[in-house]
């Protein structure tokens, strides 16, 4: 299981933070954002690209930000995406090509950057984070997404208030009790929620030192994985009324800071059989565009019981790395990059910000 970057997508003019493939895996959605959980860049850039697999070019703009994007999620008809920026605004897009309009609706309420966002498997139903300490659910103002919008129903449906620290990861998952809303700060707390009572049902406490900075759901939906400070990862079973700590991958890498973007899905190629993949991407904060830094993306398989035999193969760059994401097939791996990046045996760097692509 050999990942090699065969290609760059050069389109961005600031540092990539933010990938994600549709769950076809035909679309790439790309963004930018100043790394910063205080500071708001103006100059940062505020396009969202959403990228062709097939042709892999530009497809689509979607400009309508203020500030740089931290977080994209596509909604299950992979149509439709939603995004969270700096300028404290949640925004749903129709990234159809013949869609009359690309901005369907603007979601306004957080005081300050929102950090993290979600769409829940029927589309109903956003949920996003922000550096304001909260935790928002909104309404989808469609019955289906493809019906004509209805005014009266695009609103706020409540607002959690538990967290004493910046809203780093959310998730919404339905359990045989009902749906469920996972929260995640960096100081290491998660909250499990019922969005229809909107009752805490449960709260894990990690160490500071382990503060979360990013959550995902595994492909079955039945997993919490965090990217934690402390090159930590960590898989949490889920209950219809709390979490239960699984797994923790920890040493297997070379992460040395906070951002250690997590990406998680099953493929079922024939080549590989059904696995469930972490992706884990190392940064180094005092990396310098003259040194021979050794940046990665670790690839673990959580079916293994054993962390040092779930590792199974890595990428290296010698570029500041920021985001990574993996397609439905578990094909193609896609990183943003800034620097430089070396694109195969033979051929010339890629330079500035790019998204590699890495496929085997």
């Not at 309420?109 to 922000?130: A, F, Y």
């Not at 620290?165 to 707390?189: C, K, N, Q």
């Not at 009752?199 to 503060?211: D, I, K």
């Not at 050794?294 to 920021?322: G, H, P, Q, T």
Request: hydrophobic content about 40%.
């Amino acid at each position: 299981m050999s990942f090699a970057v065969d290609e760059t997508l050069d389109g961005h003019d600031d540092m990539i933070t933010v990938v994600k493939f549709s769950p076809d895996g035909k679309k790439l959605a790309t963004a930018c954002l100043y790394c910063s959980l205080t500071y708001s860049n103006p100059a940062a850039d505020k396009t969202i690209i959403i990228w062709s697999m097939d042709e892999k070019d530009e497809s689509i703009h979607l400009n309508g930000h203020g500030a740089g994007i931290s977080a994209l999620a596509w909604a299950s008809d992979c149509r439709h995406l939603v995004s969270a920026s700096d300028d404290s605004f949640v925004i749903l897009w129709d990234t159809a090509p013949d869609a009359p309009l690309a901005k369907v609706f603007t979601y306004k309420g957080h005081h300050g950057p929102v950090l993290s966002v979600t769409i829940d498997d029927d589309c109903t139903r956003i949920l996003s984070g922000g550096v304001d300490e909260t935790a928002r659910l909104w309404s989808i103002g469609y019955k289906t997404l493809n019906e004509p919008p209805d005014a009266r129903e695009w609103r706020s449906l409540h607002t959690f208030r538990a967290h004493t620290g910046p809203v780093s990861g959310v998730v919404l998952v339905r359990t045989e009790s009902g749906s469920r809303a996972i929260t995640t700060d960096t100081y290491g707390v998660i909250r499990m929620w019922d969005v229809m009572t909107k009752a805490c049902l449960s709260s894990v406490l990690l160490t500071s030192e382990h503060g979360v900075v990013s959550a995902t759901l595994s492909p079955n939906r039945q997993v919490l994985v965090t990217s934690c400070l402390g090159s930590v990862v960590k898989l949490f079973k889920i209950h219809d009324t709390g979490l239960a700590e699984c797994r923790e991958f920890k040493g297997h890498h070379t992460c040395m800071s906070s951002f250690m973007p997590v990406c998680v899905l099953s493929t079922e190629s024939q080549l590989m059989g059904p696995q469930q993949l972490i992706l884990v991407g190392s940064e180094q904060p005092s990396f310098k565009p003259t040194e021979q830094a050794n940046m990665e993306v670790a690839i673990y398989d959580c079916m293994v019981d054993d962390s040092k035999s779930a590792y199974l193969d890595n990428v290296l760059f010698w570029s500041s790395l920021r985001a990574v994401a993996l397609d439905a097939h578990g094909n193609t791996v896609a990183i943003g990059l800034r620097s430089q990046v070396a694109v195969g045996p033979g051929k010339k760097k890629a330079s500035t910000d790019v998204v590699a692509l890495a496929t085997r």
